[in-house]
């Protein structure tokens, strides 16, 4: 078994690897618009985590970046040992579990190949029809709200950070706007407030208003 990830699952690997291949997905953009209210997050308060969402289907939907090199997706394969595939699939279905379901990619280790290093990985997405899709915000809310959250799994802008800081380690010329635009971001609210991850009510660490976090209204769940 072969499992993708593209998200915390690059630097957070906390499950049994027989072999790890760096690569690339197509047909898939990674945004931060899946809501975290087990790990980067709470109810009525969640966070922001990456999920990945078709080419033809992003086309239609708001954003505020257009390149068609953002149609890419690096990211990282590993093999599962066989004697471990039941056990570390249990394990992360129970940490992908906020509406990621798993489907199937083919994985390449360059833009250049035309044959795949990775056959059918397994891979867990957010769909835009699942419960804890939020899809598009404006990215100065987006920024604050992945600044401020926190959940059980720590602060949400460690998970940014430590998502970019992979990116460029794994592939420092890899396309991402959306990724590096939020790191940009955060990275200023950090400098002029302090580190992230504060109360959700009233004020953060260094000052920063810490208004409601809750769910986002239906029109910006499904990304209008």
Known sequence: MWIFGYGSLIWKVDFP??????????GYVRRFWQGSHDHRGVP???????????????????????????????????????????????????REKDGYTVHEVD????????????????CYMGTTQNESFHGHKPLDALAEQIYRARGPSGPN??????????????????????L????RRV???????GPGGGPINGFAPGGIPGGD????????????
């Open 17 to 26: 690897v027989a072999e790890r291949v760096p690569g690339v997905i197509r």
């Open 44 to 94: 009525g308060a969640p966070g922001r985590v990456v999920t990945l969402i078709p080419y033809d289907e992003w086309k239609g939907m708001t954003d505020e970046f257009r390149d068609e090199a953002d149609s890419v997706t690096w990211g990282v394969a590993y093999r599962i040992p066989d004697d471990k595939v039941d056990e570390v699939k249990a394990h992360l279905d129970h």
């Open 107 to 122: 994985v390449f280790r360059s833009l250049k190949d035309d044959t795949p290093a990775v056959t059918r990985a397994l």
């Open 157 to 178: 802008d460690e998970y940014l950070l430590n998502l970019a800081k992979a990116m460029r380690d794994l592939k420092p010329d890899a396309v991402d706007h959306h």
């Open 180 to 183: 590096f635009e939020l790191e």
């Open 187 to 193: 990275l200023a609210l950090r400098k002029q407030f």
């Open 213 to 224: 976090l809750g769910e986002e209204p239906e029109h910006l769940a499904n990304g209008s």
